[in-house]
T-cell receptor, first 116, second 108 residues
Framework: GAGVSQSPSNKVTEKGKDVELRCDPI?????LYWYRQRLGQGLEFLIY????????KSGLPSDRFSAERTGESVSTLTIQRTQQEDSAVYLC?????FGQGSEKLFFGSGTQLSVL | LAKTTQPISMDSYEGQEVNITCSHN???????ITWYQQFPSQGPRFIIQ???TKVTNEVASLFIPADRKSSTLSLPRVSLSDTAVYYC?????????FGQGTELSVKP
């Protein structure tokens, strides 16, 4: 596609339910990133994937959070047993190159998650 | 890990030049400096990137001194539509850490 696509754009769930967020990166982009942005705050790094290398999961806030990526395509971020503090916009980005210092991240519009 | 520091907010008026400075004291030798712009309800958008000295594109200029411990984003003749949050970012691929950003408010 022309840009990074995220779905759903909005998700309302009840506390304790599991949610799955999807990201379709730009075709050919080898690196994929997930960030969380709470209302009025900056971007909080969650995880990144680069090709077939093991992902850097160091930013995931708890073991309720997990992410997968199939090859160099779609990624899903799963949040189990959601809590109200998980409410935020979840942003996905992809980049063509990686590890060269000149990455340019292309972001999707995000998924607004609201946990009631 | 590369960490950046920027002013939390800035105010300006239409037609003025705006300069936003970012501090990145522990920038590594191979790190580039990249600036992004974010409007409400949208993901950040790439503005400009540089390694040293000066870079200019159709949107902005980026000034990086010789020690590369800071950088300045310059927006010429801002308009109301430049009201947004601006983030600077330095670091190699991977755990790219965004700072809190600078909220720029352009007034008529």
């Amino acid at each position: 596609g022309a840009g990074v696509s995220q779905s759903p754009s909005n998700k309302v769930t009840e506390k304790g339910k599991d949610v799955e967020l999807r990201c379709d990166p730009i075709s050919g982009h080898t690196a994929l990133y997930w960030y969380r942005q709470r209302l009025g705050q900056g971007l909080e790094f969650l995880i990144y994937f680069q090709g077939n290398s093991a992902p850097d999961k160091s930013g995931l806030p708890s073991d309720r959070f997990s992410a997968e990526r199939t090859g160099e395509s779609v990624s899903t971020l799963t949040i189990q047993r959601t809590q109200q503090e998980d409410s935020a916009v979840y942003l996905c980005a992809s980049s063509l190159n990686f590890g060269q210092g000149s990455e340019k991240l292309f972001f999707g519009s995000g998924t607004q998650l609201s946990v009631l | 890990l590369a960490k950046t520091t920027q002013p939390i907010s800035m105010d300006s008026y239409e037609g003025q030049e705006v300069n936003i400075t970012c501090s990145h004291n522990n920038i590594a030798t191979n790190d580039y400096i990249t600036w992004y712009q974010q409007f409400p309800s949208q993901g950040p958008r790439f503005i400009i990137q540089g390694y040293k000295t000066k870079v200019t594109n159709e949107v902005a200029s980026l000034f990086i001194p010789a020690d590369r411990k800071s950088s300045t984003l310059s927006l010429p003749r801002v308009s109301l539509s430049d009201t947004a949050v601006y983030y600077c970012l330095s670091g190699l691929g991977g755990k790219l850490i965004f700072g809190q950003g600078t909220e720029l408010s352009v007034k008529p």
